[in-house]
């Protein structure tokens, strides 16, 4: 709820963004002097911002386990076997004894590596490393992110406003790692459970897997906070310094189990709960650039959950290119006979501007 002047407004919509929203939001990636097309979900090994990152540096242990472009199936993957690890149900001492000779020549560049690597058990060793190596491919790809000059310009920018202006927009639930909300419209957001924001005249955005400028490590109090810039990573005497991010996986332990104890549980346990929350008490979603990936079952059931049988969202829009599957999916997510569900297939670009009064009339 919003006070202005006398009136209390209500606002009715929870915009949801997904990778497609930063490449639409016309933003680039600055890698080695080149200006690159920020990565999608699903062609994230594919694109040219991932390739100049993994052609230019060496990744060994993420090399020996990646199958496929997308982020969300190989992070999944390399996450399970960590875990899987651990949990001491299977040992990747072969991965180890296939990758060593290439981890040790990475080693001798990278003293932060050498020294994990070698804190490491010979059983989890390669997942580890994988799952570290993956971590810094995403920094490295997005740690210089830039928006359009003017940032106005930007189709992001002119829809987050369109909505703030008609005071619709009750909050921005992100699945993307990288900063471009930030960059557009920092005075307009704040972070819950994060940061305390007793105001009113800020918004919450929910960044639901992390955020590469959010610095993660057990001997800060408290162990994750907001940073100016992208986090350090970093490994030193036995302590580690990262961004806090976790993968699009199936098995994130993380936000799943209760009885885990440990910080970032914890910490990810509140923020899902506070986008449920949110959530709950919306009228309308406005997806743009997301289309549940497969492994991220977590996402469908948080939405699905906070939807109620007879239709809790009145309407749900879908801003996506080549949106076909994911209507399908979405159907299958919001069922209820009262939901309205309006596409723009045409993505976030032709919104912007060519149906910007469209979409505000609808959510109105």
Known sequence: MLKKGREVVERGTVLVLGSG???????KVHIDERSLTPPLDNDFFESEAVKAVLCTRSYPALSYYKRGHRLESNWANIDLRLKLCLGRVITEEDAWENCKNDMMDKSKEDSAYKEKMENESCESRVPSMAEWELRRSVREVYHDLRSPEPTEESPLYKLVTALCDETLLRGIISFNYDTSVEELLHNKFYYPVLQDISTNDKLPLVKLHGSLNWQESPELKPEITCVDDIAEMNYRNGQWKQPSVIGPTFFKQEIT????????????????????????????????GFSFPKTDFHAKALFGSAHSPSGRFGRVILCHKDGAQ????VKKVFEGESTYINEFNDGLEDVATQHLEEVVELLR
Do not use: C, H, S
């Open 21 to 27: 929203a930063t490449r639409g939001g016309q933003f």
């Open 257 to 288: 189990i209760d009885f885990q104890q440990d910080y970032r549980a914890k910490f990810y346990r509140q923020l899902w709960r506070f986008a449920w929350n949110m959530l709950r008490t919306a009228q309308n979603l406005l997806f743009v």
């Open 326 to 329: 994911l209507r399908k999916t």
